[in-house]
């Protein structure tokens, strides 16, 4: 899938730390469909000046995914956590009072997140969106 220019898509980041988490951004440069230039919404320069520019490989970068508002998830639920400005896929382990907590397999830590910082699970697969709601 080709992306054009001012695009919105989510990066996957590849980086060690960072495996696993999508990351708003707009496409500044198309680079023949095999790589891109972006410019990500939250993540800045290492002086904080200015919004990160970088040239990803296209298999790093997918559509925004579909917007939809989930009101409670339940428990083993895929979802994306929003946390240190990226989206992080883990499963529902819990709840208490508000917050749901969200075990992430690779990196072996359980996290509490209110509703407003989660979404339902999607897995962009052969040019489609496939909803992965349970593991």
């Not at 925004?64 to 896929?89: E, M, T, Y």
Request: proline share 5%; glycine share 8%; with cysteine.
């Amino acid at each position: 899938m080709a992306f054009l220019r001012g695009e919105g898509v989510e990066v996957c980041s590849k980086q060690v730390g960072f495996v696993g988490s999508y990351y708003a951004a707009t496409v500044i440069n198309n680079y023949g469909n095999e790589s891109y230039a972006v410019q990500y919404k939250n993540l800045v320069t290492e002086d904080k000046s200015h919004p990160l520019i970088e040239i990803v490989s296209a298999d790093e970068v997918r559509p925004l995914p579909p917007k939809v508002s989930a009101s409670g998830f339940a428990l083993l639920d895929v979802v994306d956590a929003f946390d240190n400005d990226g989206w992080w896929v883990g499963k529902v382990s819990g709840r208490q009072g508000f917050d749901y907590f969200v075990f992430f397999d690779t990196y072996g830590v359980e996290i509490p997140y209110p509703t407003s910082r989660l979404r339902p699970h999607f897995e962009w697969v052969n040019g489609k969106w496939v909803s992965k709601k349970r593991v």
